[in-house]
């Protein structure tokens, strides 16, 4: 089983920046895949960042360029840095991962961009 905890939110400025950080419980070295996601009221959770340990990864359009997600596999961390934020980018970011099959979700961590 693994557990994930984010941290890291809060309000910003457009224009501003944040970033995210999610706390595994175990060891997240022979994980896959480690991503970020997003839910906006009364739309679906997107995904708006996505690692492999490969060395591949995936972002949309729509944040592309401004979103980088990283991993330190030593602290078991996995990080989501956020630049030039956008009053759109306002939500819950949780962390997910899928370990033998099972997907896994933190509890999310509020991001509200205003001014």
């Known amino acids: 089983q693994v557990q994930l905890v984010e941290s890291g939110g809060g309000l910003v400025q457009p224009g501003g920046s944040l970033t995210l950080s999610c706390v595994a419980s175990?060891?997240?070295?022979?994980?896959?895949?480690m991503a970020w996601y997003r839910q906006v009221p009364g739309k679906q959770r997107e995904m708006v960042a996505r690692h492999f340990k490969d060395g591949i990864y995936n972002y949309p359009d729509s944040v592309k360029g401004r979103f980088t997600i990283s991993r330190d596999n030593a602290k078991n961390t996995v990080y989501l840095q956020m630049n030039n934020l956008k009053p759109e980018d306002t939500g819950v970011y949780y962390c997910?991962?899928?370990?033998?099959?099972?997907?896994?979700w933190g509890q999310g961590t509020q991001v509200t961009v205003s001014s």
């Open positions: 175990g060891s997240i070295l022979g994980i896959n895949v």
């Open positions: 997910a991962t899928n370990w033998l099959g099972i997907n896994y």
